[in-house]
């Protein structure tokens, strides 16, 4: 499959599922997955802070991060999904905004971000490394990179399934150690991670365990990145 047409079936894919989104993705950063993210980026980033958060989805998580005092651009590669976004723009929402892009050319100058935060986003590329290099690029010199990946856990990891019958597939499955091992061979430091664990995981276990066996147990693996 070709970049351009990895991109264009990604594209598809959200644009199609974004109503199904749309309809489920408050209770997952309120009461769900994504319940921990934005209390895990304040610890390390100050409010005004200019954030671009990756693959936002219908922007409900970019609008958490504007109650929080953050200065937010969402992004996301759906249409769709940025017509969902929208909807939550009033006039008085000096800095909240958001566009349609693509993770792979970011319509932004260089050092333009205090903080990325992308979740569930980097997998979504056919080459990983190449979106990364790319969404560092808008960051400043000693900001941060809040990076979501999605631990072996995960329901959403089936959509690379069909790869084991030689079909294409639009989904990367990166593992969260394979990630922490390309943001370190890519000069980035990784200051924090926290970890996601799906409902049932016993915590009081999982507290002994070695890392790499924390990992395979996890949902989503959260990093918090410096550049």
């Known amino acids: 499959m070709t970049k351009t047409n990895w991109q264009k079936e990604v594209k598809e894919k959200w644009n199609e599922n974004a109503t199904f989104w749309n309809s489920k993705s408050q209770e997952m950063w309120e009461n769900g997955s994504r319940q921990s993210i934005i209390p895990f980026l304040k610890k390390y980033v100050e409010p005004g802070a200019k954030?671009?958060?990756l693959g936002c989805g219908d922007g409900y998580g970019s609008y958490k991060l504007w109650i929080e005092g953050y200065d937010v651009t969402g992004v996301d590669l759906s249409e769709e999904m940025i017509r969902?976004?929208?909807k939550r723009v009033t006039d008085d929402m000096k800095h909240l905004h958001f566009q349609q892009?693509?993770?792979?050319?970011?319509?932004?100058?260089d050092h333009t971000f205090d903080t990325l935060m992308a979740i569930n986003a980097l997998e979504w590329a056919e080459v990983p490394i190449d979106a990364f290099n790319e969404v560092t690029r808008v960051v400043k010199p000693g900001g941060t990179l809040c990076v979501g990946?999605?631990?072996?856990?995960?329901?959403p990891r089936v959509n690379s399934y069909n790869r084991l019958y030689g079909k294409d597939v639009i989904m990367n499955t990166?593992?969260?150690?394979?990630?922490?091992?390309?943001a370190e061979e890519n000069t980035l430091k990784i200051v924090d991670c926290e970890k996601v664990y799906k409902r049932g995981v016993n915590l009081k276990h999982v507290g002994s365990l070695p890392e790499d066996l924390k990992q395979s147990l996890t949902f989503m693996t959260l990093f918090m990145l410096k550049k």
């Open 51 to 53: 954030i671009l958060d």
């Open 84 to 86: 969902f976004c929208q």
């Open 101 to 109: 892009a693509d993770m792979l050319d970011l319509p932004f100058d």
């Open 149 to 155: 990946i999605l631990g072996p856990t995960a329901a």
């Open 174 to 182: 990166m593992m969260p150690w394979e990630f922490q091992k390309l």
